[in-house]
């Protein structure tokens, strides 16, 4: 379409060198953002040029489900607000859902063990299977995922986003709405819905929303978009 740009044009190491720079300050609790400027009149949409982007194949079996857990800064001290983080039981609900009883088809991708999320382990103690990788080997995994798990993260986002291979994806409400996911159509997309969670903008890392991660039950509900 003319009304369409993408990005990138070609392959840039030095761009590459900015990207890691940019996705390496998010340790050390900042929150990067790049910014797409097109200067060209009559361009309505923008999307990634996954065809441009070379990310290696890794065969994943059609029976698993991977689910990306952030870990890190966001659980230090005084964390970005927004960056809330679902609770276990939305990592449950949606395992449910999915009907999976061999929970070793559960893959978890983490790039981070310090500070620690509190539901790895417990996910870890139910038969999940843990990747604790590099940024680099989360990106190969997240990105060749066919069912994908989001937690509120703009590295899982940007995995998503370059992925050839998503067919389903499944995204907290409040992220949900917050970055325009519904824009997404072409492929299955579910909405989970957590009411009486912690509210959007008010993440502390605090103990008590800590214990609430781990603690929440209320009922759960996951709607698939456009039905």
Same mark, same amino acid.
Request: some cysteine.
């Given at each position: ?8 044009d070609?392959?840039?190491?030095r ?7 940019l ?17 060209i009149?009559?361009i309505?949409?923008f999307?990634?040029?996954k065809?441009?982007?070379?990310i ?8 698993v489900?991977?689910?990306h857990?952030?870990g ?17 039981a939305?990592y449950?609900a ?8 061999d929970?070793s088809?559960v @893959?978890?991708?983490?790039?981070s &063990?310090?500070?620690h999320?509190?539901?790895? &382990? ?8 843990i990747f ?5 080997w989360?990106?190969?995994i997240?990105?060749?995922a ?39 159509? &072409? ?8 009411p ?6 008010? @993440? ?7 214990s ?5 039950d209320?009922?759960?509900t996951? &709607?698939?978009?456009?039905?």
């Amino acid at each position: 379409s003319k009304q369409l740009a993408e990005f990138p044009d070609a392959i840039t190491s030095r761009g590459s060198k900015h990207l890691i720079k940019l996705i390496d300050s998010i340790s050390k609790g900042y929150s990067p953002f790049v910014l797409f400027l097109t200067q060209i009149q009559g361009i309505n949409n923008f999307k990634i040029a996954k065809e441009i982007i070379s990310i290696p194949d890794y065969d994943i079996p059609e029976d698993v489900i991977v689910i990306h857990v952030r870990g890190g800064y966001v659980f230090m001290e005084n964390p970005h607000s927004g960056f809330l983080q679902p609770p276990l039981a939305y990592y449950i609900a949606i395992i449910e859902k999915e009907a999976i009883t061999d929970l070793s088809k559960v @893959w978890i991708v983490t790039h981070s &063990d310090q500070p620690h999320n509190p539901v790895i &382990d417990i996910l870890e103690e139910m038969g999940c299977k843990i990747f604790m990788e590099s940024l680099a080997w989360s990106v190969v995994i997240l990105s060749n995922a066919k069912r994908c798990v989001l937690c509120k993260s703009s590295f899982s986002k940007f995995c998503f986003f370059f992925s050839n291979k998503i067919k389903k994806l499944y995204v907290p409400d409040y992220y949900f709405e917050e970055d325009n996911m519904q824009e997404l159509t &072409d492929i299955n997309l579910f909405k989970v819905n957590l009411p009486n969670y912690i509210e959007q903008g008010t @993440w502390k890392a605090s103990q008590k929303q800590l214990s609430t991660m781990i603690n929440y039950d209320s009922n759960i509900t996951i &709607d698939k978009f456009g039905e």
